[in-house]
């Protein structure tokens, strides 16, 4: 555990295969810089700080990783950057406090063991394929003052069974095409238990093809088929 540090440089531990645990002391962490911790054998994230920002693929290709708390204790709402943690195999649990999802965040979670859980409060924004082809996703919460929801967020998600995306701003929050899209073919579909969108003007095909049969389904906004 170290204490003190406000940042982590870019490409500050790539590749270190000793690195398992990483601690931060509460209160000082505000940058994780990009591919900071790229491929390295970390098994845990608990940063908690008045963040300003992380760089993209910080701790892409960690497949140790298990367990991600990110907390911001800022006023302000930041991204955790584009790629993050993609391809991250091992990932069964994410927890996430005044962070946006960048692009492709969290995108080829594919664990052959385990699934990932996912929860997230304060979030401004959803990025383009931000779980895109993450075959592990079982569940997401994601609740905020949203402003905007992208294209082909869950693309190819085949897993995930539970999604609520709770927007509680005033203004409907605007959402791209194919949110939960899914192909012809049975493999493709996944198993959808319950969807939860409030507050979301729905895009083209945001649900298109999507096997829902015996789902509890709830949309508030608009949707456009």
Request: aromatic share 8%; hydrophobic share 40%; with cysteine.
């Amino acid at each position: 555990t170290i204490a003190g540090i406000t940042a982590v440089s870019d490409y500050a531990f790539k590749n270190v295969t000793t690195l398992e645990y990483f601690g931060m002391q509460l209160n000082y962490l505000t940058y994780v810089g990009g591919n900071s911790f790229l491929s390295c054998a970390i098994k845990e994230v608990n940063f908690e700080g008045p963040f300003t920002g992380m760089g993209g693929a910080a701790f892409s290709g960690c497949n140790s990783l298990t367990t991600v708390r990110l907390i911001n204790t800022s006023s302000k709402i930041v991204s955790c950057g584009k790629q993050a943690f993609a391809n991250c195999t091992a990932l069964t649990s994410v927890v996430m406090d005044k962070f946006s999802i960048g692009e492709c965040a969290f995108e080829k979670i594919n664990a052959t063991t385990g699934t990932l859980n996912f929860v997230a409060t304060n979030v401004e924004r959803v990025e383009t394929g931000a779980f895109s082809a993450s075959t592990a996703l079982r569940s997401v919460d994601i609740e905020g003052p949203l402003t905007s929801v992208a294209s082909n967020v869950f693309g190819n998600c085949t897993g995930v069974a539970i999604i609520r995306i709770y927007n509680t701003a005033s203004k409907a929050a605007t959402c791209g095409d194919n949110l939960l899209s899914c192909g012809d073919k049975a493999t493709e579909k996944p198993a959808i238990t319950s969807v939860t969108l409030h507050n979301i003007d729905l895009g083209y095909r945001a649900l298109y093809n999507l096997k829902i049969d015996g789902a509890n389904i709830s949309v508030t906004g608009n949707y456009t088929t």
